[in-house]
């Protein structure tokens, strides 16, 4: 039977050669980048392009490590992810960096920006206003961190005394 458009493999365009943009190393005035991923054969939708899934999923995470290390406690849960504008896409093959800042503490959440550029072509792919954060007791409750700036060492760590002694 003879295939319809619909059900066929899509197929990457190649793009055109280009200069490789130069891209400031880890800064820039919104964020700073952190983590750096491959876009691989799994993480492409339908259209051949990367799956805004597979990216939301490496920011949530990217987002609760940050918010572990600021707030210092590791029952710290998302509560908000504001709107998720989709400016560009990338490619397989194509190495991407995400970049996060702290944009305000409040007494149990934090609340964070994102964003996310395509290392080869330049482009930003998303930008996310809000993220929030909250840090949780025991019972799953909010619960104030006491902390009201960013910390760029892991002093807030918490510690497990029966974890990494001698
Ligand atoms: C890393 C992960 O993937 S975690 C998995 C996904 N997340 C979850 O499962 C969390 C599920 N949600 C929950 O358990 C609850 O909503 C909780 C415990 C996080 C918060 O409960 P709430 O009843 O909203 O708590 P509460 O009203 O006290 O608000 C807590 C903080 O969140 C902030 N907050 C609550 N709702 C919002 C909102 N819509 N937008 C922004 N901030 C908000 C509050 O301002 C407060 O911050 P502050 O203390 O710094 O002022």
Do not use: C
């Not at 707030?71 to 504008?85: A, C, D, H, M, P």
């Not at 093959?93 to 395509?118: C, P, Q, W, Y």
């Not at 993220?131 to 007791?137: E, N, P, W």
């Amino acid at each position: 039977m003879e295939r319809t458009d619909d059900a066929q493999t899509p197929t990457t365009t190649a793009r055109p050669p280009r200069a490789a943009p130069v891209l400031s190393h880890r800064e820039d005035a919104d964020v700073s980048y952190r983590t750096r991923k491959w876009v691989k054969p799994e993480d492409l939708n339908a259209n051949g392009t990367l799956f805004g899934g597979s990216l939301l999923r490496w920011i949530d995470e990217e987002a609760a490590i940050y918010a572990i290390i600021q707030l210092g406690n590791r029952r710290s849960v998302t509560k908000l992810i504001s709107e998720i504008n989709f400016l560009a896409s990338a490619e397989q093959g194509d190495m991407i960096e995400m970049g996060l800042r702290a944009v305000s503490f409040g007494r149990t959440s934090l609340t964070m920006r994102a964003k996310v550029r395509n290392i080869i072509t330049g482009e930003v792919i998303l930008t996310i206003d809000k993220i929030v954060f909250v840090s949780l007791d025991d019972d799953g409750n909010p619960k104030p961190h006491g902390y009201t700036d960013i910390t760029y060492d892991r002093d807030r760590l918490p510690r497990e005394p029966s974890r990494g002694a001698g």
